[in-house]
């Protein structure tokens, strides 16, 4: 059965630093692109992050570019997000997803349960 | 600043049939940005329900269908039943690796 699970989140302060990952398992990790999509309570969902299978390609939301990285461990099964100078309005669930797709499909197959960011 | 466009909400009768629409503020959705769906209720993971425009992720009904009506990406739902009460999102893959989702539509069946 194909899994994702994040961890990571918590309270940190504006201007503080966070690392999420997201481990999975069910698949062949390296063979898919992944990403971060996030939440803010009593909002909609916005696109953070992609990376592709390989890690050689990594892409961002405007609104997080220059203070976030995706990047991932493929023998760990692993995906991160290494979140700095954090900002009140980045308070959100953090879904990882599994890509299918990458170059046909384009869409969020799997998404995991989320972790709670908290920026206060 | 790409935006995409979603009804906020949207009412229907058990049985009934809605359609839900997901626009750009500028242009037209075509399946070149393989649009895709996903049903959220409160406190849950979205659920992927449709990619690539028009086909079904696995396990989910066949009254749910999405298509290309006019300039936007739609999704249909026919036979409306208590448990659809939740909030749809659409996301357009806007190339080069990047995503972006509409603002979602509530959907109330009653």
């Known amino acids: 059965e194909v899994q994702l699970l994040e961890s990571g989140g918590g309270l940190v302060q504006p201007g503080g630093s966070l690392r999420l990952s997201c481990g999975a398992s069910?698949?062949?990790?390296?063979?898919?692109?992944m990403t971060w999509v996030r939440q803010a309570p009593g909002k909609g969902l916005e696109w953070v992050s992609g990376?592709?299978?390989?890690?050689?390609?990594?892409y961002y939301a405007n609104s997080v570019k220059g203070r976030f990285t995706i990047s991932r461990d493929n023998s760990m099964y692993t995906l991160f997000l290494q979140m700095n100078s954090l900002r009140v309005e980045d308070t959100a669930v953090y879904y990882c997803?599994?890509?299918?797709?990458?170059?046909?499909?384009?869409?969020?197959?799997?998404w995991g349960r989320g972790t709670l960011v908290h920026v206060s | 600043q790409t935006v995409v466009t979603q009804e906020p909400s949207f009412s229907v009768s058990p049985g009934g049939t809605l359609t839900l629409t997901c626009g750009l503020s500028s242009g037209s959705v075509s399946s070149s940005y393989y649009p895709s769906w996903y049903q959220q209720t409160p406190g849950q993971a979205p659920r992927t329900l449709i990619y690539n425009t028009n086909t079904r992720s696995s396990g989910v009904p066949d009254r749910f269908s999405g298509s290309i009506l006019g300039n936007k990406a739609a999704l249909t739902i026919t036979g409306a039943q208590a448990d659809d009460e939740s909030d749809y999102y659409c996301?357009?893959?806007?190339?080069?690796?990047?995503?972006?989702f509409g603002g979602g539509t509530k959907v109330t069946v009653l």
């Open positions: 990376i592709s299978g390989s890690g050689g390609g990594t």
């Open positions: 996301v357009l893959y806007m190339g080069s690796g990047i995503w972006v």
């Open positions: 997803a599994k890509i299918r797709g990458w170059g046909s499909d384009w869409y969020f197959e799997i």
């Open positions: 069910g698949f062949t990790f390296s063979s898919y692109g």
